[in-house]
């Protein structure tokens, strides 16, 4: 079965600074990955999807992440953290031809000025 | 347009009420969620709808009924909840998955009260 484990359900981190948020998934299939964000009172936005075209996958307001089959790791970073970035981050994996999408617990970004 | 809208934004609701949550999306997707999302924590799977039929119900009590009336509707009915139905319910769409599976796109959500 498919899991997603977020290491830290906080991460707190200086403007400017680097963000790195963990995930790592356990699938049976090559999976397809996903981050999105959620600030406060909305709903889930996509910053970026792994789909096996590349294992660097460049995403949305300056996020990456690296696929790394190795370590079944998807992380996301971000050169330099802004204020604007503080929000709810969640990992979720699915399988091919798959319609559910398994969440990670999410991890709450905080950016201190 | 990724868009996927709700309404309402806000509900507040008695248990012996009956109530409404519509979403609609017109990106021509043919696959609809609905989600329920408690404080601090992911988004729970409760339906899913493709080509407007039932395929996934995450045995979800029978006081939600959902309806898709067309491709780009879909209304989640609410009927005799509890309080711990409180929540705030998320629906998305996303294009079928086949040989690939697709981001799903979230609407905004309706924050639902139950008194």
């Known amino acids: 079965a498919q899991s997603v484990t977020q290491l830290g359900s906080h991460v707190s981190v200086s403007e400017g600074a680097l963000v790195l948020l963990r995930c790592n998934y356990s699938?049976?299939?090559?999976?397809?990955l996903f981050w999105y964000v959620q600030y406060p009172n909305q709903g889930l936005q996509l910053l970026l999807k792994y789909t096996s075209a590349a294992t660097l996958v460049k995403g949305i307001n300056g996020f990456e992440a690296e696929f790394k089959k190795s370590e079944t790791s998807f992380h996301l970073t971000k050169p330099s953290a802004h204020m604007s970035d503080a929000a709810e981050y969640f990992c979720?994996?699915?399988?091919?031809?798959?319609?559910?999408?398994?969440f990670g617990q999410g991890t709450r970004l905080t950016i201190n000025p | 347009d990724t868009e996927v809208t709700q309404t309402p934004k806000h509900l507040v609701m008695g248990m012996t009420n009956k109530k409404s949550l519509k979403c609609e999306q017109h990106m021509g997707h043919r696959a609809m969620y609905w989600y329920k999302q408690k404080a601090k924590k992911p988004p729970e799977l409760m339906f899913v709808y493709s080509y407007e039929k039932l395929s996934i119900n995450e045995s979800v009590p029978s006081r939600f009924s959902p309806e898709c009336p067309n491709s780009s509707l879909l209304n989640l009915h609410l009927h005799a909840l509890q309080p711990e139905d409180s929540a705030l319910y998320l629906c998305a769409s996303s294009r079928l998955p086949g040989l690939t599976s697709y981001e799903q796109y979230f609407g905004p959500g309706t924050r639902l009260t139950v008194t």
């Open positions: 979720a994996v699915s399988d091919q031809g798959a319609q559910k999408l398994v």
């Open positions: 699938s049976s299939v090559p999976p397809y």
